[in-house]
């Protein structure tokens, strides 16, 4: 149980467009779902917290105009880059937990960005 | 969230247990302490959690000083599959108001087991 699927795994475009990335958990319903952004050689930074059916919450120094998520389900949330640079090439991955006050969360196998 | 301390690397050989250890000696009585593990280019894996107990699942055990303040993953018979950064993170529950419930990653242990 407590699967969370991510798509797609990987993705390459040019420089100036946007890109959309999925995450669904598949057998459990998720109120707040995470995103988070991976560099080389680096830890896990949180991007935002993603609340279904209200604004997600930003961590400092991120761009919410440029990263755009809409969690739209229990099952669903999306994060767009918007306008994609070559410094936003990074590993972006997403996690949900099941409900309840200590339930772990669980990580979606990732989305390797590269922007040319 | 309290931090944690571990060390940079480790190395086990094939079918020895692996004893990683975390440091948390600044945490708070409801957070938990949760390991996680992260083969390279894929997401983390949830291995396990505890509060105060002992823990043991599939996976691994998780022992807990009685003070709290340290705790040791053990993977009981480690395979090359293994090989992963492992990750000590404590947290509180997710109704403890404000953001606290969030994960928040150190650098990890690099766990390298040979054959």
């Known amino acids: 149980g407590a699967v969370v699927s991510q798509h797609p795994s990987w993705v390459i475009c040019k420089s100036g467009t946007s890109v959309k990335i999925e995450c669904r958990s598949l057998?459990?319903?998720?109120?707040?779902m995470f995103w988070y952004r991976q560099f080389p050689k680096q830890s896990l930074m949180l991007m935002a917290t993603?609340?279904?059916?209200?604004?997600?919450?930003?961590e400092q120094g991120v761009e919410k105009d440029k990263f755009l998520i809409n969690h739209a389900s229990l099952t669903l949330s999306t994060l767009t880059v918007t306008s994609a640079h070559p410094e936003d090439s990074s590993f972006y991955i997403c996690s949900a937990s099941e409900q309840g006050d200590h339930q772990p969360q669980h990580f979606g196998d990732g989305t390797r960005l590269s922007i040319l | 969230d309290a931090k944690t301390t571990q060390p940079t690397s480790m190395d086990c050989a094939e079918g020895r247990a692996a004893n990683l250890p975390c440091n948390h000696s600044t945490i708070s009585g409801n957070e938990y302490v949760y390991w996680y593990r992260q083969i390279h280019s894929q997401g983390p894996q949830y291995i396990i959690h505890g509060l105060k107990n002992n823990e043991t699942n599939e996976m691994a055990s998780l022992i807990i000083t009685e003070d709290r303040k340290s705790s040791t993953l053990i993977l009981p018979h480690a395979t090359l599959r293994d090989t992963a950064v492992y990750y000590c993170i404590v947290r509180r529950p997710f109704n403890s108001g404000g953001s606290n419930y969030k994960l928040t990653f150190g650098k990890g242990t690099l766990l390298t087991v040979n054959p």
């Open positions: 057998d459990f319903q998720a109120t707040t």
């Open positions: 993603s609340n279904e059916g209200s604004k997600a919450t930003y």
